[in-house]
């Protein structure tokens, strides 16, 4: 497996296993590299001091303290099994153990976590996330963990929300009779296990910071899964590296002099120009279904705020409703006092009580209220939940048709790609194009269009009479003798009401005569 130096004394391993990417969901970015710590002959530093944050001697001979070279290490800290011996704690006498139990020219000394936090998260909650992750680590594989937090590097022209942690572990586990070191080394990172072991540190890593982001109220989350087994369309860019960002910054500051100063000689690595493509064609896949999205994908705070407006609406239409009912009633009672004279009132209550069935009279007019009212709101209840249902029905399949839309436009662009270089072969391969694009404009996007005005115009109209005769009818089906209950009361209470308006009249009429 071939290397590259770092540092006199130690090499990382050049193979790494890692995942940058950014969720479709509007996760933050996240970066977990897995990479091996070897020893080469002639050291003089034990362990990169850009990594710890300070310069370790060799051989227990202290060397004097230098400056880091990268500056900005916000927490470090080490993690040992409860019987781990006291010198394994600190840091100068870890390592150099750890140097003097590795004797080989090529041991693997340690390995090493290199992780990167959800930008959300503040200086406490990074220390606690790492914190879970390194006991994480003790725990699972019975190792000692040195662990440093680093800040943004923002001189070189680094992202400054790059907060991110190099979390070295020894390769060899604790005895756990001694203390010390065992003879043998754990195997769950060897080439039979790696891959396993690996997947399931980036699922434990995306699981503790999805936990610190819900826990903080952050709607960002994290994705351990690469685009392709997520089934997203997206290209995962290349891992560039320091080497490669340390040229592209030499290339940007050149280009800011003026062109006759600009030393033709600097250019931008070809690794960083492949990413920029890749960038590009995701923005574009990107930008095409972002239309579609937005108007399907809304957040819960507007979602509220619409089911609030319509709760307000449908109350104002409904106490419309019952001041509307209550005047046409109070004029048809009044039309049929002018066309035909009335009966004693006494001989109409005793006729309206005669013609009320058992069930009507062995219960008081309060109850009867009260069931009215019960089976009304259960009646509206479900009259929403139909209108609801059927919003759904259609967001239900305007996803399928933006579905169909991605697809499509897939295909479109693998069309695109595929232009014959043949002259001849142009005109076919134009008509084929000019065939997709009809069948997605006029086809797929016309029903998608026309089922998101169907979708506008149901939500403005809210729960119309319909949804009320479908809810009435549905009530009638779950229990017919409760139904016919309810309507026999509401017919009596109608009847007892207008009685009692026409008595009132009938009083009002004789005061006015007197």
């Known amino acids: 497996m071939p290397f590259r130096s770092l540092e006199r004394g130690w090499r990382r391993g050049a193979t790494r296993s890692s995942y940058r990417g950014r969720d479709q969901a509007g996760a933050t970015d996240v970066i977990l590299d897995i990479k091996r710590l070897l020893l080469s002959p002639g050291n003089t530093s034990i362990l990169p001091e850009n990594i710890v944050g300070q310069s370790l001697s060799v051989g227990f001979r202290p060397l004097p303290q230098t400056t880091p070279r990268k500056t900005g290490v916000e927490f470090k800290k080490i993690y040992a099994p409860d019987n781990a011996k006291a010198e394994l704690l600190d840091r100068q006498s870890l390592w150099n153990i750890v140097e003097k ?6 041991s693997v000394l340690a390995r090493e976590f290199e992780i990167a936090f959800p930008q959300e998260l503040n200086a406490e909650q990074r220390q606690q996330l790492l914190d879970d992750l390194c006991k994480k680590i003790v725990e699972r594989h ?10 943004p590097h923002t001189r070189g022209g680094s992202d400054e929300r790059n907060y991110h942690a190099h979390i070295l572990f020894t390769s060899r586990q604790l005895d756990k009779d001694t203390g010390e070191f065992s003879k043998n080394k754990f195997r769950d990172f060897n080439k039979e296990k790696s891959s396993e072991t690996v997947a399931a540190w980036r699922k434990d890593f995306a699981d503790l910071a999805n936990h610190y982001l819900e826990k903080n109220n952050f709607d960002a989350r994290i994705d351990h899964r690469s685009y392709a087994d997520r089934g997203i369309d997206l290209e995962a860019t290349l891992h560039e590296g320091s080497a ?15 062109v006759e100063e600009r030393n033709p000689k600097i250019i931008m690595p070809i690794i960083a120009l492949e990413n920029n493509a890749i960038k590009a064609r995701n923005a574009e896949k990107q930008q095409i ?19 609030q407006l319509e709760r307000t609406q449908k109350a104002k239409d409904q106490h419309e409703a019952e001041i509307r009912a209550t005047k046409q009633a109070h004029t048809a009672t009044e039309a049929k006092i002018r066309t035909e004279p009335p009966k004693p009132q006494e001989n109409r209550l005793e006729r309206k009580s005669a013609q009320s069935s058992p069930i009507v009279q062995d219960t008081s007019i309060s109850d009867k209220k009260i069931a009215v009212r019960l089976f009304e709101t259960k009646v509206r209840a479900l009259a929403e939940k139909i209108h609801h249902q059927e919003l759904e029905n259609i967001k239900q399949k305007m996803g399928e048709y933006m579905e169909l839309s991605k697809n499509l436009l897939n295909q479109i662009e693998t ?33 998608y269009d026309n089922l998101k005005t169907d979708y506008q115009r149901i939500k403005n109209l809210g729960v119309t009479h319909e949804h009320w005769k479908k809810a009435d009818a549905q009530m009638y ?29 009938l009083e009002q009429d004789n005061d006015k005569g007197r």
């Open 101 to 106: 139990v590795e004797n080989r020219k090529n």
């Open 142 to 151: 019975n190792v000692i963990v040195d662990a440093v937090i680093h800040a």
């Open 244 to 258: 490669v960002t340390a040229m592209k910054r030499k290339y940007e500051r050149e280009q800011l002099k003026p």
């Open 289 to 307: 279904l972002k239309g579609l999205e937005q108007e399907i994908v809304l957040s819960k705070k507007v979602l509220d705020g619409l089911k």
């Open 415 to 447: 069309h695109k790609e595929n232009k014959p270089f043949n002259p001849f072969k142009i005109k076919a391969w134009t008509k084929e194009l000019d065939d997709l694009v009809h069948k997605h404009d006029n086809g797929i996007k016309a029903q």
């Open 477 to 505: 089906q779950l229990d017919k003798n409760a139904y016919q209950k309810i309507k026999a009361f509401e017919i009596e209470l109608n009847e007892r009401n207008s009685a009692i308006n026409i008595k009132k009249s």
